[in-house]
């Protein structure tokens, strides 16, 4: 299992961006596959973006498509995910999460390691 850390969130207006990063200490992503999910309180993970850090193939949820974007930085050790806000649908707590598989997957089973989220909140 890798330690992931979640950094960048904070306030944003609607239509403003903000840039997360994950980063793992100790050892390197690898052959593992990276997402990010998003979860309010009082309602469960949704999956958001996941990509293999060796091939860079990315998969993005449908709902957030043409708006987030997630990349990496190889010298960083760093995924990013770029998060261009619509409203206040985006507010949540925003989490990275890491697969020795080096599964593009959207399913939280897949997923064995997680950071500790990372707050987004989208204001009007």
């Known amino acids: 299992q890798l330690q992931l850390v979640e950094s960048g969130g904070g306030s944003v207006q609607s239509g403003g961006s903000l840039r997360l990063s994950c980063v793992t200490s100790?050892?390197?992503?690898?052959?593992?596959?990276v997402g990010w999910f998003r979860q309010r309180p009082g309602k469960g993970r949704e999956f958001v973006a996941a990509m293999n850090w060796n091939s860079g193939g990315t998969y993005l949820d449908d709902s957030v498509s043409g708006r987030f974007a997630i990349s990496k930085d190889n010298d960083r050790n760093t995924v990013y995910m770029e998060v261009k806000s619509r409203n206040h649908e985006d507010t949540d707590g925003y989490y990275c999460a890491a697969n020795g598989a080096g599964a593009v997957a959207g399913e939280e089973r897949w997923y064995d390691s997680w950071g500790p989220g990372t707050q987004v909140t989208v204001s009007s």
């Open positions: 100790g050892r390197t992503f690898g052959d593992h596959g």
